[in-house]
């Protein structure tokens, strides 16, 4: 049976606007990114079978036009399909994206993929994992159309991952930092993956 995977990337959040944030779940859409959600939802004619978004706020706040549409898809929140945590929260606590940028220059320099920045802080090798359970999951579920609210870097993990899916850790990080960490993801980009 044919399957169709279609990642979304959230709507503008507070970061992506260059914005102080406290908490990686704590960045919650802006004004422009609610219209996007909406102008999203509005474009898409065809109901899925099953919307599903991450943990963080945002996601859900993305994909709520879209169930709100099609009030009778089944909608979820799955853990382990959140943004790539590399940074300490800790230490990113109220911070700008420019202010944090030596920290991702010092990180991506190490090119580990099991190093860990601190508490709360997940390696490269941890989000590679949760990218592949993500991929195992979908292939198990019954739908035949999935629409999944995530996030720019994890879905440039599970584009990696299926361009090179015997590669290891180290290779998949050189290929994921080429590729620019997912920052040519924009918001509300779609990512279709069709499974036999």
Known sequence: MKKEIILVRHAESIGNAGKRTTTPAGNNLTDIGRRQAKELADGITKAPDLIVWSTYPRTRETAEPLSLKFPDTPAEEWPDIQEFTYLSPRKCFNTT?????PWVMSYWEKMNPEYRDGDGAESFSDMIERARKL??????????????????????????????????????????????RGKTIKNCEILKIIQR
């Open 97 to 101: 994206p420019e202010e944090r940028k």
């Open 135 to 180: 991929i195992t999951k979908v292939k198990e579920r019954p739908e035949s159309i999935i629409m999944i609210f995530t996030h720019g870097q994890f879905m440039e993990a599970i584009r990696i991952l299926l361009a090179y899916p015997k590669n290891d850790c180290i290779s998949l990080m050189k290929h994921f930092n080429e590729n620019q």
